[in-house]
């Protein structure tokens, strides 16, 4: 639904009428997001965004709100789109609307309304990207490469034939691993345009949204949409990077009877079995299993032979950027009926006479049926996001000097992104002495 907001602008998002329910949430994520708030606050008074076009393809959440609060208030004209269809929470794209953010996003969009929201945002000529996923990077590449396919026409329907809008990007900022394997991949094969800062890459994103993130609203996520008991059941994570770790950590901590971890890099399934987990195969999991869940990055994680050897019951999920993990074809293959049993489970009906629940269509199960990350652990995550963007904005000229490549956020911001968040949870810490000092410099200069 195409809405008139009160500034007589076109959105495209969900009711309108939700403005009032969204500026209440949007109180309640900014009281949780104070180093963001800091950010907004100097943003306030330097405005060093003034009069940037910021592209952003984001999950529209409670959190994102703030992110774009703080641009706002740095002078940036926003125009935003959701990273994924289901992940949207309705009354805030009414809420920013009425504060100026060009918003196109709803709650379970098909994909021509998908694509249709990349192309307003690209329609839109943006200085700077921000994506969760690389979604926005990808048709931008492919407009310029004169690549077509569906998604491709139907952005097209709402730019035209222009191809060359990504020559007004400066730099790009990228949120989630997934998006930063895509991008890496691309500046691999020279393919990538412009610079993109590895947002996910730096310690305040990945050691704590990932783990802490991740963990908690996974496990949230899967409660909303079964309200089953953790405790006792045999719970498999497929794949033990920060995200699986901070999966399979909470699982525990719930109570489950056996953490089955699933890998294929040893390193990983290392670290899995010195935390206590299990480590064996998916086909051996799989028959044990009564919740499994991925975080992989990678497809067809879950697939025909381990659904063959499921018990009867067995809840499945995904937690990566795509609903790729889970082979549903292959699901729906083996399957003779299937009932939407309660919101965001499907119930499969096997001809083998079991039962399993697909939870959320398979796509990330945080943002599906629960609303994703906290706004506490986000406050790191945007208030890096919010910092690559001033950096771009500064250094826009030797960032287009280093060529086109995904580029690590300096230390000394996400040092000082931790800092400040130590700050505000009240965490003294120490400092050295100038004796110290001088030990450890004494190492550093080998004298
Ligand atoms: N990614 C994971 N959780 C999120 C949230 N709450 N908001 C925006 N992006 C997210």
């Not at 009032?20 to 800091?38: F, I």
């Not at 730099?171 to 394997?181: K, R, S, V, W």
């Not at 993990?325 to 939407?340: F, H, M, V, W």
Request: glycine share 8%.
């Amino acid at each position: 639904m195409t809405i008139e907001t009160e500034t007589g602008e076109n959105y495209e998002i969900k009711d309108f009428s939700l403005k009032d329910e969204g500026l209440k949430t949007m109180q309640w994520a900014e009281s949780r997001m104070p180093v963001l708030q800091l950010i907004k606050k100097r943003f306030e008074e330097e405005k060093p965004l003034k009069g940037v076009r910021i592209g952003a393809c984001l999950h529209v959440t409670k959190e994102t709100s703030q992110l774009c609060e703080a641009w706002l208030a740095g002078g940036a004209e926003i125009y935003l789109c959701a990273s994924n269809p289901l992940s949207t929470q309705d009354e805030i794209p009414a809420a920013l609307a009425s504060k100026g953010v060009h918003v196109y996003a709803w709650k379970f969009m098909d994909a021509e309304g998908y694509y249709r929201s990349i192309g307003n945002v690209i329609k839109a000529r943006p200085n700077i990207t921000i994506d969760d996923g690389a979604d926005l990077v990808s048709i931008l590449h492919k407009l310029k490469r004169g690549e077509t396919d569906e998604e491709v026409e139907i952005v097209k329907k709402v730019i035209g034939n222009e191809t060359d809008i990504i020559d007004e990007v400066w730099g790009g900022a990228e949120e989630t691993t997934t998006g930063i394997i895509r991008l890496q991949a691309m500046a691999d094969d020279g393919a990538l345009l412009y610079p993109i800062m590895a947002t996910n890459s730096s310690p305040c994103k990945n050691l704590y949204d990932n783990v802490y993130g991740t963990g908690q609203s996974t496990i949230d996520g899967i409660l909303r949409a079964t309200a089953d008991l953790i405790a006792s059941k045999v719970f498999v994570v497929g794949g033990y990077g920060h995200c699986g770790k901070g999966i399979a950590m909470r699982a525990k901590g719930l109570g489950a009877r056996r953490v089955i971890i699933t890998e294929v890099e040893p390193h990983a399934a290392l670290q899995a079995v010195m935390e206590g987990m299990e480590v064996m195969s998916m086909h051996e999991a799989a028959k044990f299993a009564d919740i499994i869940v991925t975080a992989t990055g990678c497809k067809d994680v879950i697939r025909k032979e381990h659904f063959e050897v499921m018990k009867d019951g067995c809840l499945i999920a995904n937690s990566g950027h795509f609903n790729v993990e889970i082979n549903i074809p292959d699901l729906e293959a083996l399957s003779t009926n299937k009932t939407q049993i309660r919101p965001f489970v499907e119930q499969f009906s096997l001809s083998n006479g079991r039962k399993i629940n697909l939870l959320g269509e398979g796509r990330l199960i945080n943002l599906a049926a629960a609303e994703g990350h906290p706004p506490e652990v986000m406050d790191l995550s945007f208030s890096l996001q919010a910092l690559a963007s001033e950096y771009i904005v500064k250094n826009k000229e030797d960032l287009a000097k280093m060529g086109e490549k995904v580029v690590q956020i300096p230390e000394d911001i996400d040092d000082n992104v931790a800092y400040l968040k130590c700050e505000t949870l009240g965490v003294k810490l120490d400092e050295l002495t100038p004796e110290q000092e001088k030990y450890l410099s004494s190492w550093r200069t080998g004298t």
